[in-house]
């Protein structure tokens, strides 16, 4: 990779971040309307994940060029963090300074948005010792490297993310639990569990960086990890054909918003399988794996462009329209990712 590729692939993540915060700031100035509160919040929280994403980028970028420091080995994964943190507080605040809906969705959303955050954080961590993974692929024995990371350290990172899946998904349950007392109830439950979702996917990225710069990844992970990623994306999607069957358009328009993010299960599963395929293995179709988050990417700006012709029938359809723009620039970060990983592991 030379430098002026590796400028473009970790300006692609600020762009996207820049495109979040602004489109998310603009959404909530243009109007007073309730769907206007939950849209542009939301939409601005999903800057945040591209901000983690950044710190993902850049911590792998710098290996691969060779200008990694020791500033920027702790300074990457703690931006990636402060941004899930700042994210959580938003959400927080949100939920606690308003009684209206709008707020209540809103907030529950964007703390859900904070832990993918976190993860994603998580995996800029585990992504400190990048340069193991290429190391480790061409040996034959399964013997740790001196300097990778430790069983305490691997297993922290692979816990950390686990936590916040968890808590994601219990989160999600509680709310679907009390889903008959408000349609926000239905709403922020169902959302929450498309972003759980999306958590464990990250789960399943994080652990084969660290078993793999650990030297300890096996056969039967080369099918495990790939294979939950892709049944998390199918499970939200699933979800999400089944809810856009309810009577009520209100709860059904979710539906769209669950079908998004499993679209970005999607692409993090391109990750997941680009390091499973080339692990001691030559794949030569390697390179046309970034084209996974490319595809959902534009799959979720085009199911865009249909919610907003729809959105002039029927208000309901107005806040997935957008934060399926969001998601789309969430897929096509996730697109100059893969593409870094691509490079960094290719013969």
Known sequence: MNYGISILFRAIPLLM?????????????????????????????????????????????????????????????IIGYLAAVVCFIGGMTYISDGSTVAHFVAGHVICGVAFITACVATTATSSTRFTFITQNSKKTDHAVPAKSFSSAQADILIILAVVFAVITWVWAFWLLGQSDIHTAYYVAGHVMAGLACICTSLVALVATIVRQIRNSYSAAERKWWPALVLVMGTLSILWGLWVLTNADPGKSSTGYIMIGLGLVCYSISSKVILLAVIWRNVFKLANRIPLIPVLTALTCLFLSAFLFEMTTLNDVYFVPARVLAGLGGICFTLFSIVSILESGTSN
């Open 17 to 77: 971040a820049l495109f979040c915060f602004g489109y998310g700031a603009f959404v909530l100035d243009m109007g007073t309307d309730t769907n206007r509160f939950v849209a542009g919040p939301v939409v601005f929280s999903l800057g945040m994940i591209c901000i983690a994403l950044f710190a993902t980028a850049g911590t792998i970028i710098r290996q691969i060029i060779h200008t990694y420091s020791t500033a920027a080995k702790y300074a990457l994964p």
